[in-house]
């Protein structure tokens, strides 16, 4: 069975400061795939990154980073010198190659105050 | 840059009444799917459709849901008979191939009255 847990419900930080997202799955799949979409208050889900098991290299985009680690089976979501615009809900999401649905987690909600 | 485009972007309906959510997907995509979203809840599976039928389908899609490709380019989702409940988000996605990163299209909000 394939399960996406976000722990954090609610995240709220001040501008600038650094935050990371936690991202913890579960599957027996040897082959999969992990995502995070950002869903800002307007609703729509809008694509930030996909990794493949098969590379556990971290990412980093700009203010974005991504650390996936296959031993704890995690997927954290860093976003550094957060902005206001950066307050959303955040979901990991987990796909096989078997099955090509999406697990998505419960989502995490950021506030960024200013 | 392509998109999955959605209509309407909210539509009203009394319960008991039918309903079509709308959907384009990226044109050279293969892969359809559509997924709900309860307000305040996490997103949820449907079902996708590939090669013009439905390759899998959580519990939620039961027999009042349908889908279809009616065309070339748009992609349906059919409630037949709309229940309270059902009052949510609902997102289509598509993607190229297995494996291959959804698209989301930028939802329908259904509120059943």
């Known amino acids: 069975a394939q399960k996406v847990t976000q722990a954090q419900t609610e995240i709220s930080v001040v501008e600038k400061e650094d935050v990371t997202l936690d991202c913890v799955y579960e599957?027996?799949?040897?082959?999969?795939?992990l995502f995070w979409y950002k869903q800002p208050p307007s609703g729509e889900l809008v694509f930030l990154i996909r990794?493949?098991?098969?590379?556990?290299q971290n990412e980093i985009s700009g203010r974005y980073s991504w650390n996936f680690q296959k031993s704890t089976s995690s997927f954290n979501f860093t976003i550094t010198a957060s902005q206001v615009v950066d307050s959303a809900v955040y979901f990991c999401?987990?796909?096989?190659?078997?099955?090509?649905?999406?697990?998505f987690g419960a989502g995490t909600r950021l506030t960024v105050k200013p | 840059e392509p998109e999955v485009t959605q209509t309407p972007s909210h539509q009203v309906t009394q319960m008991g009444q039918e309903v079509i959510l709308r959907c384009v997907p990226i044109?050279?995509?293969?892969?359809f799917y559509w997924y709900r979203q309860i307000l305040g809840q996490k997103v949820e599976f449907l079902v996708s459709?590939?090669?013009?039928?439905?390759?899998?389908k959580s519990e939620i899609f039961d027999d009042q849901f349908s889908v279809e490709r009616p065309d070339g380019s748009n992609f349906t989702l059919k409630i037949r008979s709309t229940k309270l409940e059902d009052s949510a988000m609902y997102f289509c996605?598509?993607?190229?191939?297995?494996?291959?990163?959804?698209?989301f299209g930028p939802g329908t909000r259904l509120t059943v009255l």
């Open positions: 599957t027996r799949d040897t082959t999969y795939y």
């Open positions: 996605a598509s993607n190229g191939g297995l494996g291959d990163t959804q698209y």
């Open positions: 990794r493949n098991s098969f590379d556990e």
């Open positions: 999401a987990l796909r096989t190659l078997n099955n090509n649905d999406m697990r």
């Open positions: 459709f590939y090669n013009n039928e439905i390759s899998e």
């Open positions: 044109s050279n995509h293969l892969y």
